[in-house]
């Protein structure tokens, strides 16, 4: 082999990357000058009471709460520049596997923003919120025959809330049995929200090894099954991107011996219009809107994690229950005798309702399978296109999504998966999800979803092939990753062993540093 | 309709593949007897655009009583001003459809607006940190509730009745599957009937040694602000938490921070910081505690670091007490936070400033003290409690029903409300009527007039 002496790492890293937008911008508060203002809140003229007037002095506040002070023009640069670092959807493929990182559809937005749905006060007489429950009525009805269910609660705020409240159903269900039990089954592919969704239920949580074709076996649960099991957690497909081949059998072994099987419905994309989970002997299960109907995930919320239920889990689902009368008018029900309550204040995140019920209707009856059908196709042309670039830790056809690992890449060039996904963000891609699921080591769980291209597909492709190839010529280049971000790799570990989680006066500034 | 492949597209991918059809692909994928024979008859056809948005644009008319008019109602959610720049900045692309902020070289937009978030509303509650935010008000202070059992080993908490009953009933839910069959966890302190504060001996008679939290409302369902420091001193001196929620947050640009004067585990819900209505949601939790408690709090948190060359960057940190790490020994099982919500309320906040958000509160609180002397002074109401309180009051019709009252208001599109008879068998005749600095002489004209018209 020739030397290679080289220049720096850098300046070889940065020759066709894609380069980010860099503003430098402090935190907020270093924005501050004292007596400028962004809004006029008090009209000229009138003078305002002291609170002396109504409160007694304890209860006053002493001294005002650090809030920046900054004009408008200020304020909103600080949040356009802010916006600038980061990689969103609409900038570029996004295949971060069970997030399902679909596009996001404006009319969405729009609908949602209508004065009629935004304006509308949660304590309105119901006589004047007929669109409103109309169209949560609506969607309760369009998602449980989407799912093969007999009823929907939209109330939970997230996914996790969502599995929460299905595992409060599920006890209440068991407690009207006269033993509310005290297990639950849970895979090693499963999500973490599982094992502590059940923990928050007082269930203790076993594992169940998947098989070696990484789907569960109805053998293997049959060996743990027993009464004091509640339920079994299943995701399907599973976070591997497979289906699960025995879930019937799984079902029948669960219920058997009177338990139940919850569904976590993070995956429904690939499923949507062709199985329905119902059908397939899951007995509750969570839905996430902001996955599967497309409601933006706003950098981590607001999500929405509507449940839905065969018929005997019906009487637990929380209250205020959706009632349409005989003359076609809805109104809310608060007396539900065997309801497990509710989890949060009102009736969930209604703007992702509006949202997820505009896209149903864009979509359509007849589209459902489109959208399960081109993410299908979508994952499956990818696979194919990476041949045998990465070592894939299972066979099978997989559905909407596919993990592939960093064995044969490490073995070969010592670049690992962290470095992979680094990489990717100089060449303007969100990495796909890394390290997850933990059953596999080293794991790239890839979802491209249904609404990208084949081109777009194809230019993954090549970056892929563009890392694996610098990985054999010129690792560094990879460990160093990413150069052309904002900022370098950041160290977690002094994150977390000296916590800095607020900004405090005479704080070096931020973002000005180099 | 968002799926852009053509068939030349679909074909030429099928080649590549090696398969017949999307229909054998999937054949490949999943047993043939798992497919579904149809049956979407809920589901309804497609829609071209313009009939879209003409459908979308008929169920919002449909919603009559959005407060194009005047909004007095409350309980809970509140339609103070909302700086336009607000929904022009999380509706960029950047903020809107970016995922949690995992990858963070490509993140600092979202890391660092939480941890200012986090900033704010320290500086809000008045404790050392807060965390990147929860589901609402009501789960946020279940969430407490919780927390202050891990911290305290101890299983009982005593909630207000006084509390907003919505998140009492979260409360109960919450732990409903923590405790043993047949105890009852969670016990209710009533509420005087005076003041509307709650009832502080009654609180100190229930207060020992197996109680874990007891949880207020600050200002309270009724309007009216708690006396926190005596609340807090029975519960300490019982070797419990307090636990405040704070369903109406602009009181904080008035009313003395929870923390500095007892609360443990300062709670609120921040719609009213920066969000609409919304028919209840979404909204966003804001909770903080003290720095020694934080590795029991539940949620997302975002920390300051550096990066590789040295520079100043945010990620998210002390995963260990969460889900994806811990497991089933997580300290919740929350998974994200209300991202673009506590964008919203960030946002809101750096356009008021401390000046703009206690001019916002002072309004509130004088157009509501104006407006219910105004009201009690008309034949056929009266006042109910005389405890102080910030921008809500409850008012006793003694002539007509409330439901009569609630529909004679909205003819004249005006709104308030809830009646507390849905949640308080006496409090049957009583609505709660609540103001903000958006309404103007002439609306409260309005509503006098209106009160006095149908009232009598």
Redesign the interface.
């Given at each position: 082999m020739s030397e290679k002496k080289p220049v720096d790492t850098r300046h070889r890293a940065v020759r066709d990357v894609v380069r980010?937008v860099s503003f430098d911008?402090p935190?907020?508060?270093e924005k501050?000058v004292p007596g400028?203002?962004?809004?006029r809140?008090?009209p000229p003229g009138?003078s305002?009471?002291d609170?002396g007037?109504?409160?007694?002095e304890?209860?006053?506040?002493?001294s005002?709460?650090?809030?920046?002070?900054?004009s408008?023009n200020e304020?909103?640069r600080?949040?356009?520049r802010?916006?600038?670092?980061?990689?969103?959807?609409?900038?570029g493929f996004?295949p971060?596997g069970s997030?399902t990182?679909?596009?996001?559809?404006k009319?969405n937005?729009?609908?949602?923003?209508?004065?009629?749905?935004?304006?509308?006060?949660?304590?309105?007489?119901e006589?004047?919120?007929?669109?409103?429950l109309?169209?949560m009525w609506?969607l309760e009805?369009?998602l449980?025959?989407?799912c093969?269910f007999d009823a929907f609660t939209l109330q939970p705020?997230?996914?996790?809330?969502g599995?929460?409240t299905a595992?409060?159903m599920i006890?209440a269900h068991h407690?009207a049995q006269g033993n509310?039990r005290s297990k639950v089954l849970i895979p090693d592919t499963a999500?973490?929200?599982n094992?502590?969704?059940?923990?928050?239920?007082?269930?203790?949580?076993v594992a169940v090894e998947s098989g070696e074709q990484g789907i569960l076996l109805a053998g293997d649960v049959a060996k743990v099954m027993d009464e004091e099991v509640a339920a079994v957690m299943i995701t399907n497909?599973n976070t591997l991107g497979?289906?699960e081949?025995e879930?019937?059998q799984v079902a029948r072994v669960v219920h058997e011996k009177g338990g139940l099987v919850f569904g976590d419905g993070a995956n429904l994309n690939a499923l949507m219009?062709?199985?329905?989970p119902g059908?397939?002997g899951i007995d509750v299960m969570q839905l996430n809107l902001h996955k599967t109907f497309?409601t933006?995930?706003?950098?981590?919320?607001?999500?929405s994690g509507p449940v839905g239920c065969v018929e005997k889990l019906t009487p637990y689902l929380?209250v205020p229950r959706i009632v349409r009368d005989e003359d076609g008018s809805f109104h809310l029900d608060e007396k539900m005798p065997g309801t497990?309550?509710?989890?949060?204040?009102?009736?969930?995140?209604?703007?992702?309702l509006?949202r997820a019920w505009?896209y149903?209707?864009?979509?359509?009856?007849?589209?459902?399978g489109?959208?399960s059908?081109?993410s299908?196709?979508?994952a499956?042309?990818l696979m194919?296109?990476l041949g045998g670039l990465f070592h894939r830790p299972y066979d099978?056809?997989?559905?909407h999504e596919f993990v592939l690992t960093d064995k044969k890449l490490k073995k070969e060039t010592g670049v690992q998966t962290m470095d992979v996904?680094?990489r990717l963000?100089d060449l303007g891609y969100?990495?796909p999800t890394v390290y997850?699921p933990l059953v596999v080591q080293g794991a790239l769980m890839i979802e491209p979803t249904?609404?990208?291209?084949?081109e777009t597909l194809e230019a993954f492709a090549g970056a892929l092939e563009r890392i694996v190839r610098e990985a054999g010529e010129d690792p560094e280049v990879l460990h160093?990753a990413?150069h052309a971000?904002?900022?370098?790799?950041?160290?977690?570990t002094?994150?977390?062993r000296r916590?800095?989680?607020?900004?405090t006066p005479g704080d070096?500034?931020?973002?000005n540093?180099? | 309709m968002y799926t852009p492949h053509t068939d030349e597209d679909i074909r030429r991918m099928l080649e590549r593949i090696g398969v017949g059809s999307v229909d054998e692909l999937f054949a490949r994928a999943v047993p043939g007897e798992m497919l579904t024979s149809g049956g979407f008859e809920d589901v309804p056809e497609a829609m071209d655009l313009a009939s879209l948005i003409k459908t979308m644009r008929a169920l919002s008319d449909r919603n009559t009583a959005s407060c194009i008019g005047s909004c007095f109602a409350g309980g809970g959610a509140y339609a103070h001003l909302v700086h336009p720049a607000v929904d022009q900045i999380i509706s960029r692309s950047e903020f809107l459809t970016a995922y949690t902020p995992y990858q963070a070289e490509v993140s600092q937009g979202t890391l660092q607006a939480v941890f200012e978030f986090q900033t704010m509303v320290a500086e809000l509650l008045g404790t050392q940190v807060a965390n990147a935010s929860m589901y609402d008000g009501a789960s946020a202070a279940a969430e407490a509730a919780l927390m202050a059992r891990r911290v305290t080993k101890r299983n009982k908490v005593l909630v207000s009745e006084a509390l907003h009953p919505e998140y009492r009933h979260v409360i109960r839910t919450y732990l409903a599957g923590l405790a043993p069959e047949g105890v009852e966890e969670v016990l209710t302190i009533g509420y005087a009937k005076d003041t509307g504060a709650t009832d502080t001996v009654a609180l100190a008679g229930r207060l020992g040694d197996d109680v874990a939290a007891v949880v207020v409302g600050y200002p309270n369902v009724f309007g009216v602000v708690e006396d926190l420091t005596s609340i807090a001193k029975a519960a300490h001196d019982a070797g419990a938490l307090l636990v405040t929620a704070t369903a109406e947050p602009v009181s904080l640009g008035i009313l003395e921070a929870p923390a500095v004067l007892g609360a443990d585990i300062p709670t609120a819900e921040g719609q009213a910081l920066g969000l609409p209505v919304s028919f209840g949601g979404p909204g966003v939790g804001l909770f903080g505690c003290s720095k020694k408690k934080a590795r029991h709090m539940p949620g997302r948190l975002v920390g300051r670091t550096v990066d590789t060359r040295g520079k100043n960057g945010y990620v998210l940190t002390l995963a260990m007490r969460e889900q994806h790490i811990r497991r089933e020994r997580a300290t919740s099982n929350i998974c994200t936070n209300q991202g673009l919500c506590a964008l919203a309320v960030t946002v809101h906040l750096s356009l008021l400033g401390p000046e703009g958000l206690r001019e916002q509160a002072l309004m509130s609180a004088a157009n509501a003290h104006a407006l219910r002397e105004r009201i009690a002074a008309l034949d056929g109401f009266e006042d109910v409690f005389d405890g102080p309180f910030f921008n809500e009051f409850a008012i006793r019709s003694k002539r007509v029903p409330v439901a009569d009252l609630i529909e004679g208001l909205a003819e004249r599109r005006l709104l308030a409300g809830p009646a507390l008879g849905r949640w308080y068998p006496e409090l049957a005749n009583v609505l709660l009527v609540s103001t903000t600095e958006c309404l103007c002489t002439q609306d409260m004209d309005a509503l006098v007039a209106a009160l006095r018209e149908v009232g009598r």
């Open positions: 980010h911008e935190a907020v508060f501050s400028r203002r962004g809004t809140i008090t009138r305002l009471p609170p007037a109504w409160l007694p304890a209860m006053i506040r002493k005002p709460p650090g809030l920046p002070e900054l408008e304020a909103v600080h949040w356009v802010l916006s600038s670092w980061n990689f969103c959807i609409d900038h996004y971060l997030c990182m679909k596009y996001n559809p009319v937005e729009a609908a949602a923003r209508m004065e009629g749905m935004a304006r509308l006060h949660p304590y309105a007489p006589s004047g919120a007929q669109g409103a109309e169209l609506s009805r369009a449980a025959c989407i093969g705020a997230a996914g996790a809330q599995e929460l595992l409060m006890r407690r509310p999500h973490g929200t094992p502590a969704s059940a923990a928050l239920n007082g269930y203790r949580s497909p497979l289906f081949r879930i019937r219009g062709r199985v329905k059908e397939v497309s933006p995930h706003g950098g981590g919320g607001p999500g929380p497990i309550g509710r989890v949060r204040s009102f009736y969930g995140n209604f703007g992702m509006v505009t149903i209707l864009a979509v359509g009856r007849s589209g459902l489109d959208v059908g081109m299908v196709l979508n499956n042309y194919t296109l099978g056809t997989p559905m996904a680094k963000l969100h990495p997850f249904e609404t990208e291209t084949p160093e990413p971000t904002r900022l370098g790799r950041l160290d977690d002094l994150a977390a916590p800095v989680l607020r900004w070096e500034e931020d973002g540093a180099s | -």
